[in-house]
């Protein structure tokens, strides 16, 4: 099992003036530890089960660039971007950019979008549910045409690009990836199985039969059910001296057990970097042998 953070508060002790410093060690810390992957939100406002939309956000693909700088080996993405966030050929602009100048470390993170207090704050768009899966769907079609280096024009319901140009291409190999977050059963998991690279689901009772869905979705569509990376959130919490070690590794390997490749999530106090060397010891190489 592959191991990644996930950076979703930005309110640190130090405040604005040193976040930008305080990110580049947190990054720097957990690259260097062997996190495999680093993402941000793609919210503009904190969210609710984090604190209240005041806290610090920062605006998630500017951040990844930033991250791009202080990082080395951890691919990067959003957890993840909501569609109607971004028309999809900037988007898959974007996604390349960050490929490109990180040395092919991106992934695409997208989703259909839930935020509608900060959407309607921003002056954002954010139509009906119904709207938004076929937007995502769409947008899934245009990134991944974009990223073949396919030029032609796309009409869709939606959208309608007039030449999907997108030189330079992505580093990425065999391409880029597609990450999509979420586990609805009838809408998000079936678009996971025709078009994404990865699922992101949560740890819990449903996770099995999220995964079977999963399955049956890949069955009815003639997609290889192991050819798609399962992702799960998890939140890290060591305990104040390092005593909920052994729980977390116990967590991880029972997630391992039900097909499991990557546990991701946030980690308490991140900004404390004593951390890390515990994941880089203890954590990292256990989780590696799951």
């Not at 092919?104 to 989703?111: K, N, P, S, T, V």
């Not at 045409?145 to 009409?155: I, K, L």
């Not at 996971?192 to 069955?219: I, S, T, W």
């Not at 116990?250 to 499991?260: K, P, T």
Request: proline share 6%.
């Amino acid at each position: 099992m592959k191991l990644g953070l996930h950076i979703s508060n930005f309110t640190w002790p130090d405040g604005a003036p040193r976040l930008g410093p305080v990110l580049a060690d947190i990054a720097s810390a957990a690259d260097q530890a062997g996190f495999e992957r680093i993402s941000v939100m793609d919210h503009f406002w904190q969210i609710g089960v984090i604190g209240p939309p005041e806290w610090d956000m920062l605006e998630a693909y500017t951040a990844l660039g930033f991250l791009a700088a202080h990082t080395k080996n951890a691919k990067l993405f959003t957890m993840v971007t909501g569609v109607v966030y971004r028309e999809p050929g900037l988007l898959a602009k974007a996604v390349t950019t960050l490929d490109v100048l990180s040395g092919g470390r991106a992934i695409l993170g997208i989703g259909a979008a839930w935020n509608e207090e900060e959407s309607r704050g921003l002056g954002l768009p954010f139509p009906p549910t119904k709207e938004r899966f076929e937007r995502l769907e769409e947008a899934l079609q245009i990134c991944k045409q974009m990223f073949s280096g396919d030029e032609s024009p796309y009409e869709g319901k939606h959208y309608q690009l007039g030449r999907t140009l997108n030189h330079p291409q992505p580093l990425s190999r065999p391409h880029l990836p597609i990450l999509i977050g979420g586990g609805g059963e009838k809408k998000t998991l079936r678009l996971v199985a025709q078009y994404g690279d990865a699922c992101n689901l949560f740890a819990g009772p449903e996770l099995p039969h999220k995964l079977d869905v999963l399955k049956r979705h890949c069955d009815d569509v003639g997609r290889d059910y192991d050819e798609i990376q399962k992702t799960v959130m998890y939140r890290y919490d060591l305990g104040e001296r390092g005593e909920r070690v052994g729980e977390t590794l116990n967590d991880l390997r029972d997630l391992a057990r039900l097909g499991v490749e990557v546990g991701h999530g946030g980690l308490r106090n991140a900004w404390q970097l004593d951390q890390y060397e515990v994941f880089a010891k203890e954590i990292i190489p256990a989780a590696e042998a799951f």
